[in-house]
């Protein structure tokens, strides 16, 4: 969670043939949508998460949903909580890998406070950074 915030998730990225696979679990978030996006530094080390930069976005696109083709590769749309503040997600992304000049590894997942509307520019209107993880290798 960023500083006044109670987000927390475990997300993990897995490299299949045909994309990569994500499934996360997290909690401490007001009912709704939120946003989820990858980012591009991989740096949660201030209260806003402002240091993590803007969305990932190495073809140069617009920000849009997931299922644009043209999108940040970080764009991964919306998250929904139930009435516990509680969100599972699973999908599989073909914008991002884990090797690559699309690779993720050591950039931030970040959760927001409100929906991403995936028209805004450049971030769709999503509002606070609640919760931002450094995406690393896991065991
Ligand atoms: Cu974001
Ligand atoms: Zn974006």
Redesign the pocket.
């Given at each position: 969670p960023t500083k006044g915030n109670t987000a927390q998730a475990i997300v993990t990225f897995t490299q299949k043939d045909t994309g990569v696979h994500m499934q996360a679990t997290v909690t401490g978030l007001t009912p709704g949508l939120h946003?989820m996006?990858i980012?591009e530094y991989g740096d949660c080390g201030c209260d806003d998460a402002a240091c993590a930069g803007d969305?990932f976005n190495p073809t140069g696109m617009p920000h849009a949903g997931p299922t644009d083709t043209k999108r940040h590769a970080g764009d991964l749309g919306n998250i929904t909580a139930d009435d516990n503040g509680n969100a599972t997600y699973t999908a599989l992304d073909t914008h991002i890998t884990l090797n690559g000049p699309h690779a993720i590894i050591g950039r931030t997942i970040?959760i927001?406070a409100n929906a991403d509307d995936f028209t805004t520019q450049p971030?769709g209107n999503?509002g606070a950074?609640i919760g931002c993880g450094v995406i690393g290798y896991a065991q």
């Amino acid at each position: 969670p960023t500083k006044g915030n109670t987000a927390q998730a475990i997300v993990t990225f897995t490299q299949k043939d045909t994309g990569v696979h994500m499934q996360a679990t997290v909690t401490g978030l007001t009912p709704g949508l939120h946003a989820m996006h990858i980012h591009e530094y991989g740096d949660c080390g201030c209260d806003d998460a402002a240091c993590a930069g803007d969305h990932f976005n190495p073809t140069g696109m617009p920000h849009a949903g997931p299922t644009d083709t043209k999108r940040h590769a970080g764009d991964l749309g919306n998250i929904t909580a139930d009435d516990n503040g509680n969100a599972t997600y699973t999908a599989l992304d073909t914008h991002i890998t884990l090797n690559g000049p699309h690779a993720i590894i050591g950039r931030t997942i970040i959760i927001h406070a409100n929906a991403d509307d995936f028209t805004t520019q450049p971030n769709g209107n999503a509002g606070a950074r609640i919760g931002c993880g450094v995406i690393g290798y896991a065991q």
